[in-house]
T-cell receptor
Framework: DTAVSQTPKYLVTQMGNDKSIKCEQN?????MYWYKQDSKKFLKIMFS???????INETVPNRFSPKSPDKAHLNLHINSLELGDSAVYFC?????????????FGQGTRLTVV | GQSLEQPSEVTAVEGAIVQINCTYQ??????LSWYQQHDGGAPTFLSY????GLEETGRFSSFLSRSDSYGYLLLQELQMKDSASYFCAFMDSSYKLIFGSGTRLLVRP
């Protein structure tokens, strides 16, 4: 059973397009996150949702928008894709957003913008 | 500002012991976590230190010194499968999980 699953695994698209990445967790966790990992493997938090409420919103371009239909899902929508958006995007979830938090990551979506 | 510093790469031989250091800077700090990521894979949780001292989990141990803003991950009896990237991370005062830039560990036969 996959704990945190995201689709698609690979996404190749042209500049200017709009795309979405879906994420679902079956762990019953309250908090979900989106991270961006660049070519240098630096992991940067983009968004965090707790019980469908946005609790962290990093300074990412407003072309990126998280959508959470319920606490098991956190999808990422990206408008007007740019070359610099190429990266691996990871969805993650945790039991809560407290300090002793183990985050469970999905397998990642490798986005390539051409 | 907030930052975590790790060596970019470490090489060791199979069966040896390796230590990956992490220094951090932040105004609010709850504890230090370590994650492992194999190439093409997802980060997976290894350990968490909230208090000073050593936490042992099998072949892996993690250490924290809050007064020195320093921690390390110790890997013993290295195996080839330990070749991966290792990230230290902390949860800051607003509960953001902030990651270091990662240390790539290469285990040689």
């Amino acid at each position: 059973d996959t704990a945190v699953s995201q689709t698609p695994k690979y996404l190749v698209t042209q500049m200017g397009n709009d795309k979405s990445i879906k994420c679902e967790q079956n762990l019953g966790h309250d908090t979900m996150y989106w991270y961006k990992q660049d070519s240098k493997k630096f992991l940067k938090i983009m968004f965090s949702y707790n019980n469908k409420e946005l609790i962290i919103n990093e300074t990412v371009p407003n072309r990126f928008s998280p959508k959470s239909p319920d606490k098991a899902h956190l999808n990422l929508h990206i408008n007007s894709l740019e070359l610099g958006d190429s990266a691996v995007y990871f969805c993650a979830s945790s039991q809560d957003s407290g300090p002793n938090t183990e985050a469970f990551f999905g397998q990642g979506t490798r986005l390539t913008v051409v | 500002g907030q930052s975590l510093e790790q060596p970019s790469e470490v090489t060791a031989v199979e069966g040896a012991i390796v230590q990956i250091n992490c220094t951090y800077q932040t105004s609010g700090f709850y504890g230090l976590s370590w994650y492992q990521q194999h190439d093409g894979g997802a980060p997976t949780f290894l350990s968490y230190n909230a208090l000073d001292g050593l936490e042992e989990t099998g072949r892996f141990s993690s250490f924290l010194s809050r007064s020195d803003s320093y921690g390390y991950l110790l890997l013993q009896e290295l195996q080839m499968k330990d070749s991966a990237s290792y990230f230290c991370a902390f949860m800051d005062s607003s509960y953001k999980l902030i990651f270091g830039s990662g240390t790539r560990l290469l285990v040689r036969p």
